[in-house]
C-alpha cells in the first residue's frame, strides 16, 4: 500500500455533487462491514452494483472497479474477496485528490 | 414538461438530475425505488396521475421491484401506455436489454452514464413525444371534426327531403318515393293510385291577407290532410306552391276517391281566424284521382297526367269537389 496521491481533473460541472458522493463511500465502507457481519450479500451485491454505476460518472473510475468486484464477490458470496474491496476502497479515498479545472 | 428518475442509488439519482438541470430540464423528480414511482404516479388511481410526466428513467437493478418489472407495470396503466422510458443501467447482461425492449422500454442507457449521449437521447425521446401528442389532439381534432360533418350531412338530407314550411315531404322526396312503389306495383302487379289535390282560390287568399296568413293556411292544410290519411302506406307531399300529392299504393279507384272525399271534408272543417278582424276564411280543395296498376317499363309520370288533367275538370267543374276520369 502506497501513499502515493491519486489526482483526478474533475468535472467542475459536478463540483457540487462530488464532496457528497465521496463521503457516501465512505459511509459505505461502514455498510458493507455491517452487511458482511450480518451475511446481508443482496444488500453488498447491490451496493456494489450502484458504485460500479456511479463511480465513472462522477470521474472515479476506481470506484466502478471496485464496485465490480464487490458485486461479484457478494453474488460468490466470498467474504475474502469484499473484505479485500472494502480495504481498497479506503485505500482510495485516502489518496484522492480531486481537482477541479 | 417533467422528468422521472427512478434509481434506488442516490449518487446516480443526483448525476442524472444534475446532467438533465444542466441541460435545461428544470422539472425532474426522484424516486428512489419501484415502489416510490407508482406512488408519485398515481398508478393505483383510477382517476390516474395529478401531475404531467413527459419522460421516465429507469434503473434496473433495485431492491424489491426492479425496473423490467416496474416499466410492465407502468406501461400497462392506461395513463401511460405511451409514456417513453428509458432504462439506464449497467450493461452487464444482454438478456437485461432484451427483456427491457419486451418490457415496454424504448431505449438504453448504459451506466456509467455519459452525459452528452444521455442528453442527446433524452431530448430526441421527448421531441419525438411531443410530436405524437400533437399528432394525437389533431386526431382527435378531425375525429370530432367528422362526427359534426356527419350529423350536418344528416340534418342537410333530412331537409333536401322535407318542405320547409309544412314539414311534409317535398317534391324530390316524393319523386323518389314514387319510383320505389311505382316498380313494385309493376313487380307485384298491383294497383297504384294518386290524389292531386290543389287549394282552391289560394292566390285570392294571399292577395287579400297577404303572404303570412297564406303561408298559415298551408301549414294547416297540410296538417289536415296529413291526419285524414289513416293508412300507413299513404304518402302525402306537397308538389307545388299550393298543389298536394297523395300517392296509395295496393289501390283501387274506388278506394281512392274515398279516401280524397275524406281529405276534402277534413281540410272543410279547418277554420283559419284572423285575429284582428275575427274573420274566418274557409279553405277548400279541389282533387283530381287517377289509378292504374302499371306495366313493365312505363313511367309514372302518365299516372300524374291523368290526375293533373282529372284536378283541371273538377277546377272547371265548381271546385270544392273530387274528380276521376274512372
Redesign the interface.
Known amino acids: 500500500m502506497n501513499n502515493e496521491k491519486i489526482i483526478i481533473d474533475a468535472d467542475p460541472?459536478?463540483s457540487?455533487?462530488i464532496p457528497?458522493?465521496l463521503q457516501?463511500r465512505q459511509d459505505d465502507i461502514r455498510l458493507i462491514s455491517e452487511y458482511l457481519e450480518k451475511g446481508d450479500f443482496?444488500?453488498l451485491r447491490?451496493l456494489g452494483?450502484?458504485m460500479?454505476?456511479?463511480?465513472?460518472?462522477?470521474g472515479f473510475d476506481e470506484i466502478?472497479e471496485i464496485g465490480a468486484l464487490l458485486e461479484q464477490a457478494a453474488k460468490e458470496k466470498d467474504h475474502t474477496e469484499i473484505r479485500k474491496q472494502a480495504v481498497a476502497l479506503e485505500d482510495y479515498l485516502l489518496r484522492v485528490v480531486v481537482v477541479f479545472k | 414538461m417533467s422528468i422521472l428518475i427512478v434509481d434506488?442509488?442516490?449518487?446516480?439519482r443526483?448525476?442524472l438530475k444534475?446532467y438533465l438541470n444542466?441541460a435545461g430540464y428544470k422539472d425532474v423528480l426522484l424516486a428512489d425505488s419501484a415502489e416510490s414511482a407508482f406512488k408519485i404516479l398515481r398508478l393505483g388511481d383510477p382517476s390516474g396521475p395529478n401531475i404531467i410526466v413527459d419522460l421516465i428513467l429507469m434503473d434496473i437493478?433495485?431492491?424489491e421491484t426492479d425496473g423490467i418489472k416496474a416499466c410492465q407495470a407502468i406501461r400497462k396503466n392506461v395513463y401511460f401506455e405511451d409514456i417513453p422510458i428509458i432504462m439506464v443501467?449497467?450493461l452487464d447482461d444482454i438478456k437485461n436489454l432484451q427483456k427491457s425492449f419486451a418490457a415496454g422500454a424504448v431505449d438504453y442507457i448504459t451506466?456509467?452514464?455519459n452525459k452528452i449521449e444521455m442528453v442527446t437521447r433524452v431530448r430526441s425521446m421527448l421531441r419525438l413525444k411531443y410530436e405524437i401528442d400533437r399528432r394525437k389532439a389533431r386526431e382527435k381534432e378531425l375525429i370530432e371534426m367528422t362526427q359534426h360533418l356527419e350529423t350536418v350531412n344528416e340534418m342537410l338530407e333530412h331537409l333536401s327531403y322535407f318542405d320547409a314550411l309544412t314539414g311534409i315531404p317535398n317534391r324530390r322526396y316524393f319523386e323518389k318515393f314514387i319510383d320505389a312503389e311505382w316498380k313494385r306495383a309493376i313487380r307485384n302487379e298491383r294497383p297504384i293510385s294518386l290524389i292531386f289535390l290543389d287549394i282552391d282560390n289560394f292566390k285570392d287568399i294571399n292577395d287579400k291577407y297577404g303572404h303570412p296568413t297564406g303561408d298559415k293556411c298551408l301549414k294547416k292544410i297540410a296538417k289536415a290532410i296529413n291526419k285524414s290519411l289513416r293508412r300507413p302506406g299513404d304518402f302525402l307531399a306537397r308538389y307545388g306552391g299550393e298543389e298536394f300529392i297523395v300517392v296509395l299504393s295496393d289501390t283501387v279507384i274506388e278506394g281512392a276517391k274515398n279516401v280524397a272525399e275524406n281529405v276534402s271534408a277534413k281540410v272543410a272543417e279547418v277554420e283559419i281566424i284572423m285575429k284582428n278582424t275575427d274573420a274566418k276564411i274557409a279553405v277548400t280543395i279541389s282533387a283530381g284521382v287517377s289509378t292504374t296498376i302499371p306495366e313493365r317499363n312505363s313511367s309514372y309520370q302518365a299516372l300524374i297526367n291523368t290526375a293533373d288533367q282529372a284536378l283541371y275538370k273538377a277546377k272547371k267543374g265548381g271546385k270544392n269537389r273530387v274528380f276521376s276520369d274512372e
Not at chain 1, 460500479?52 to 462522477?58: N, P, T
Not at chain 2, 434506488?8 to 446516480?12: A, F, I, R, Y
Open positions: 460541472d459536478l457540487e455533487l457528497g458522493f457516501h443482496e444488500s447491490i452494483h450502484n460500479k454505476g456511479a463511480g465513472s460518472g462522477y466502478s | 434506488d442509488s442516490n449518487d446516480d443526483l448525476l444534475h444542466v437493478v433495485m431492491p443501467s449497467v451506466k456509467p452514464v
